[in-house]
């Protein structure tokens, strides 16, 4: 009978050795990623955020730090013009050397151009034919139904004041504005997080005053 126990003992007493050099072998190894991520060769190169000079450092090499700066929010605001939605389209889907880790930031970008596209696309539409109606038919893949819902009735409000014909500058900023509160969120958050899983950081050093 204490020959058993013995065995027992010292099978459970095996067990919690295993489970316990597991435990610390998890541990060994998420703490020498953390360490090589930071003990990995830090590249950076000169860019300017909002006209502020700063730095983007990572451990990448400097190309990828450009390509990645280059398709970055600040490098990508809201366009104005379809011609300048159609070059910035090219310039994230041409873009080379930038992680897999932004294809999700890339995806989002890229529907967010297309969108705009179709807004443009459906003014020049609306402005010829004399109706909003192919302003609507052009946005409503990219927007949610209940999205669509409150565009549309945006839309008829300013349509019951100025016909698409006489729609003038600050009408064309309204409803672009509308629309642009219609879309999903800005891509920027994902942006931020993608280069965050890298390991990559900005940093600025603001003058005093500002």
């Given at each position: 009978m204490q020959r058993i126990l013995s065995i027992l003992f010292y099978t459970t007493l095996m067990?919690?050795?295993?489970t316990y050099r597991i435990g610390i072998l998890g541990l060994a190894l998420s703490l020498g990623a953390a360490i090589y991520a930071n003990a990995a060769p830090q590249a950076q190169i000169k860019v300017s955020l909002f006209g502020q000079p700063c730095l983007l450092i990572g451990p990448l090499s400097e190309s990828t730090l450009k390509a990645i700066h280059a398709i970055s929010p600040e490098q990508m605001p809201p366009p104005k013009t379809e011609e300048q939605t159609q070059k910035q389209l090219e310039k994230v889907k041409?873009?080379?050397q930038v992680p897999s880790s932004l294809?999700?930031?890339?995806?989002?970008?890229?529907r967010r151009l297309e969108a705009q596209t179709a807004l443009f696309e459906g003014l020049a539409a609306a402005t010829k034919a004399g109706s909003i109606a192919p302003l609507s038919q052009k946005v409503s893949p990219y927007l949610s139904k209940r999205r669509t819902k409150d565009f549309e009735a945006q839309l008829k409000a300013i349509d019951a004041k100025q016909k698409p014909g006489a729609w003038n500058t600050a009408t064309l900023d309204q409803i672009s504005e509308a629309f642009e509160t219609a879309l999903d969120s800005s891509p920027e958050e994902e942006f931020h997080r993608a280069i965050g899983r890298l390991n990559i950081r900005y940093q600025c050093a603001f003058e005093e005053g500002e």
């Open positions: 067990k919690s050795l295993r041409s873009a080379a294809d999700r930031y890339r995806e989002q970008l890229t």
